[in-house]
């Protein structure tokens, strides 16, 4: 099963690569990540995604709660969340294209960064699966040329917050 976790990492020079660590030499694979700084400079936050049973994914947890640099951790998976991921599309398309693949982005609440032909480039901010389905909607009308991904990020619902303390 697929799982987001998200994790406050102390922002320092190793703390990455102790994460990634973990992970690399216990066999598991990441297949996501995105780090960036919280409000306070010393904390970061770090969204990864990766997939395991819900006893693999404990394990995981449980030995990230052990790492020095780590402030915080959630499965948020585990609870109700948003979860959102940034893509910027770039696809090669003719005249006749255009106008069905500009509907399209606008059904599905896009932006179109660059409508110049040939290279239509396109910005969407979505879950994971509304992205694959766009990209396959898109595909009927144009040549997909290059795909760049955020990876998930993720947020609790209602009270559940990962927090300092």
């Known amino acids: 099963m697929r799982h987001i976790i998200s994790i406050l990492l102390q922002n320092e020079a190793g703390a990455l690569t102790r994460v990634a660590g973990l992970f690399s030499t216990r066999g598991y694979n990441i297949e996501s990540l995105s780090v960036a700084p919280t409000d306070r400079p010393t904390v970061s936050r770090l969204t990864l995604v990766t997939t395991g049973s819900d006893a693999v ?12 640099d780590v402030v915080a951790v959630s ?58 389905h766009f990209i396959g909607q898109a595909s009927q009308h144009a040549e997909l040329l290059e795909v760049v991904r955020s990876g998930a990020l993720a947020i609790g619902q209602g009270k559940h917050t990962l927090s300092f303390t």
Do not use: C, Y
């Open 57 to 68: 994914i404990h394990q995981i947890v449980s030995q990230l709660q052990k790492l020095v």
């Open 75 to 132: 499965d948020m998976t585990r609870g109700e969340h948003f979860e959102r991921e940034v893509a910027l599309l770039k696809f090669r398309v003719s005249e006749r294209g255009i106008d069905p693949l500009a509907r399209l982005v606008t059904e599905m609440d896009g932006k179109v960064l660059s409508g110049a032909l040939p290279s239509f480039i396109v910005a969407m901010t979505n879950s994971e699966a509304e992205i694959n």
